[in-house]
């Protein structure tokens, strides 16, 4: 099986800093690499598939790169309401794996 | 819209079961499938069993096949997941989230809390 691997754990950011999370897979997942945001208490919401297509709705201040086995998710201008855990996804291969998230959180 | 509304949370005893369900709206279960994805504390997120809305074919992870029954009801499209003979670490967040012919999950429930504990 794929393992994802996320870092930092925590990230803690200031409104209007540019922020970015790196995802790591134990080998080559082409471009099937999606990221993922979770607000306590609420769905799980599709941010980013195929490394760097948005998600209808997801404000251009997101965006994905990366390909094979290494990817990364920035936030070009943190806001107040992207205050979250992130989480990357590899759908190349069966089963499908996550990283283990990251908490972005305000400093 | 498509919403996917889960289930309250539960509490059971090792060795128990858990029938856990996942009401859609704004599309048909027929047309996608559901699959399962469980936060436990400290292990991020872990994909666990998907059920193919069209014909009800199912696939299980090995950590819990032979304990996990996913089904549909297509009259109140409506999809659950039973899980049997719980032991502590099932302890977990559960949701049930929408994917198609592959494995990218566009819509999420809001997670239904599965607490096992003696």
């Known amino acids: 099986d794929i393992q994802m691997t996320q870092s930092p754990a925590t990230l803690s950011a200031s409104v209007g800093d540019r922020v970015t999370i790196t995802c790591r897979a134990t080998?080559?997942?082409?471009?099937?690499l999606a990221w993922y945001q979770h607000k306590p208490g609420k769905a799980p919401k599709l941010l980013i598939y195929?490394?760097?297509s948005l998600e209808g709705g997801v404000p251009s201040r997101f965006s994905g790169s990366g390909s094979g086995t290494e990817f990364t998710l920035t936030i070009s201008s943190l806001q107040p309401e992207d205050l979250a855990t992130y989480y990357c996804?590899?759908?190349?291969?069966?089963?499908?794996?996550f990283g283990q998230g990251t908490k972005l959180e305000l400093k | 819209q498509v919403q996917l509304v889960q289930s309250g949370a539960e509490v059971r005893k090792p060795g128990a079961s858990v029938k856990v369900s996942c009401k859609a709206s704004?599309?048909?279960?027929?047309?996608?499938?559901i699959s399962w994805v469980r936060r436990t504390p400290g292990q991020g997120l872990e994909w666990i069993g998907w059920?193919?809305?069209?014909?009800?074919?199912?696939n299980y992870i090995q950590k819990v096949e032979g304990r996990l029954i996913m089904t549909t009801d297509t009259s109140t499209n409506t999809a659950y997941m039973e899980l049997r003979s719980l032991r502590s670490d099932d302890t977990a967040v559960y949701y049930c989230?929408?994917?198609?012919?592959?494995?990218?999950?566009?819509?999420w429930g809001q997670g239904t809390l599965v607490t096992v504990s003696s």
């Open positions: 080998q080559s997942i082409s471009s099937w």
């Open positions: 195929q490394v760097s």
């Open positions: 059920i193919n809305g069209k014909n009800g074919n199912t």
């Open positions: 989230a929408r994917n198609s012919d592959t494995w990218l999950f566009d819509y």
């Open positions: 704004g599309y048909s279960l027929s047309t996608y499938g």
């Open positions: 996804q590899q759908y190349n291969n069966y089963p499908c794996s």
